[in-house]
């Protein structure tokens, strides 16, 4: 094939699977915010990317606090600065680390287990059987898992908040000699709500977006097994890749200037 040809031809696919991904995510909002709703399949949900996914984000969480105090000390201890460690920390993680972290960590368990549910029903054609028992799978299955994925992960978040910054003090404390009434002093007086607020903004749409490119590649998946595998693969590289850029949008729309 000519090699423009094959340049053009591969563009095309891009903006196809971009726009067939948009209009997705349109009919999913649509359905998710219109009844009927399930409310057994939500909660079934909720349980399933929520509570079960608290392990591993609250580990996450802590480790990743941690190692941002230490981080946070040694470039401040080059300019006399080490008492900014506590006011940092507690910045970065609810504006930035706690709500992506958590999502990234969401987009490689629940995504992935999203698209292979769903790419299984698909390949068996259970979704056709659902269809001839008149009942929407826009509304039966992707809805649920979008309105559980956007309430569960800022409450995840929330969790990821409190233990990365208890994680930055605990080694502060113990490694780094800071008086730990001072620290805690610190924290609370420099956190104000609108960084709470908007990490838990950025969690929502992470939890949207990583909800619907599990759905979105479990819908398309085709040629039995293989064909789940590289649809769950999608899934994650898809919602992280979203999550990043959807972060940078908001982190400049948040932005004070």
């Given amino acids: 094939m000519n090699p423009l040809a094959a340049i053009g031809a591969s563009t095309l696919s891009i903006f196809r699977l971009i726009g067939a991904a948009a209009i997705f995510a349109t009919r999913a909002l649509a359905a998710a915010g219109s009844p009927p709703f399930y409310i057994d399949q939500i909660g079934r949900q909720m349980l399933r990317i929520g509570f079960f996914s608290l392990p591993v984000v609250g580990l996450t969480a802590v480790f990743i606090g941690a190692a941002l105090a230490l981080n946070i000390y040694t470039g401040g201890a080059r300019f006399n600065a080490e008492q900014f460690v506590p006011n940092i920390v507690v910045l ?6 706690g709500p ?23 390949v068996t054609e259970q979704i056709d059987a659902l269809k001839t028992l008149s009942t929407d799978p826009m509304r039966f299955l992707v809805a649920p898992r979008v309105l559980a994925a956007v309430v569960t992960l ?28 001072v620290y805690l002093r610190n924290t609370i007086e420099f956190l104000e709500a609108a960084d709470v607020g908007t990490g838990l903004i950025k969690a929502a749409v992470f939890g949207f977006l990583l909800a619907v490119m599990g ?22 590289v898809s919602a992280a ?14 932005v004070e200037r």
Wanted: hydrophobic fraction near 60%; charge should be neutral.
């Fill in 92 to 97: 970065g993680i609810t504006r930035e680390l």
């Fill in 100 to 122: 992506v972290l958590a999502a990234l960590m969401l987009a490689g368990r629940v995504s992935a287990a999203i698209a292979a549910e769903i790419g299984t029903m698909r």
């Fill in 215 to 236: 759905c979105f590649h479990g819908d398309r998946s085709a040629g039995g097994a293989r064909g789940v595998g590289i649809a769950a693969t999608h899934a994650v």
């Fill in 154 to 181: 800022p409450l995840l978040v929330i969790v990821a908040d409190i233990l990365g910054v208890m994680g930055g003090f605990l080694v502060s404390v113990w490694s780094l000699d800071f008086n730990p009434s």
């Fill in 241 to 254: 890749v979203l999550i990043f850029a959807a972060n940078y949008v908001m982190t400049a729309l948040f």
